[in-house]
């Protein structure tokens, strides 16, 4: 239930990235990610990104600031994607962190970036292999 004087109970429905080049981060979001491209208005893109719209616009004038929030995806098979992503030509950013341990479960986090600098991170609870 929502409450008509705040966000509470609200769903985000779209996150908004800014780029340099449209053309390098249609590639990047669609054919590198996988990103199912949903249309196109302007300058700019509107991916599906597991439900919630994912926004990428050309920055309005050349000296606007890329980057500063960080978007992430749920990857539970983080240990898989990582070495696909690689192959794909993506870099990532250090190692893959352990943030929490249970029983079954480890909490794994990895970043990266798009060719503008946005910052991506893949977080998912790996199952821990017994033994």
Do not use: W
């Amino acid at each position: 239930m929502t409450d008509s004087a705040t966000l509470a109970g609200r769903k985000l429905v779209q996150v908004a990235l800014t780029c340099r080049d449209l053309d390098r981060a249609r590639s990047f979001y669609r054919d590198t990610l996988g990103l199912k491209l949903m249309f196109e208005a302007g300058t700019m893109l509107f991916f599906d990104a597991g439900g919630q719209r994912l926004v990428v616009g050309l920055a309005e004038k050349p000296d606007q600031p890329i980057g500063g929030t960080y978007i992430y995806f749920d990857a539970p098979d983080l240990p898989a994607l990582v070495p696909a992503l690689k192959a794909k030509g993506v870099e990532m950013a250090g190692n893959t962190e352990t943030l929490q341990r249970t029983g079954t479960h480890e909490l794994k986090l990895q970043f990266f970036k798009d060719p503008d600098g946005n910052e991506i991170g893949l977080m998912g609870m790996v199952k821990r292999s017994v033994g």
